[in-house]
């Protein structure tokens, strides 16, 4: 099992920024891609970003194609998730999460085995 804390949430104008931190311990973060959702409320859980277990292929909702950027620090086993231009319709609780299997893309929730606690990320019109 995979221990993830997400960091760097908070209140942001419209247009803004933020960048979110996901800090991992435990398997080897290295092998797994990674992925981040967010959770309006009263909405569904809605997949937001994603990165391969490399760091070398990246996919987004698109929603937020060309304004948030998922990325990821094999030193730190940290990932990122950049958000520009952020819009009021971005405000949820947003959540990092770990994929089940090893050396695996990652597309379906059902393909993330751990998730962290969340961190809300309000966005002021």
């Known amino acids: 099992q995979v221990q993830l804390v997400e960091s760097g949430g908070g209140l942001v104008q419209a247009g803004g920024s933020l960048r979110l931190s996901c800090a991992a311990s435990?398997?080897?973060?290295?092998?797994?891609?990674m992925g981040w959702f967010r959770q309006a409320p009263g909405k569904e859980r809605e997949l937001v970003a994603t990165?391969?277990?490399?760091?070398?292929?990246?996919s987004y909702a698109d929603s937020v194609k060309g304004r948030f950027t998922i990325s990821r620090d094999f030193a730190k086993t940290t990932v990122y998730l950049q958000m520009n231009s952020l819009k009021p319709e971005d405000t949820a609780v947003y959540y990092c999460a770990a994929g089940r299997i090893p050396n695996r893309t990652v597309q379906f929730l059902s393909d993330f085995a751990s998730w962290g606690q969340g961190t809300q990320v309000t966005v002021a019109s």
């Open positions: 990165i391969n277990w490399t760091g070398g292929r990246t």
């Open positions: 435990g398997r080897v973060f290295n092998s797994y891609s």
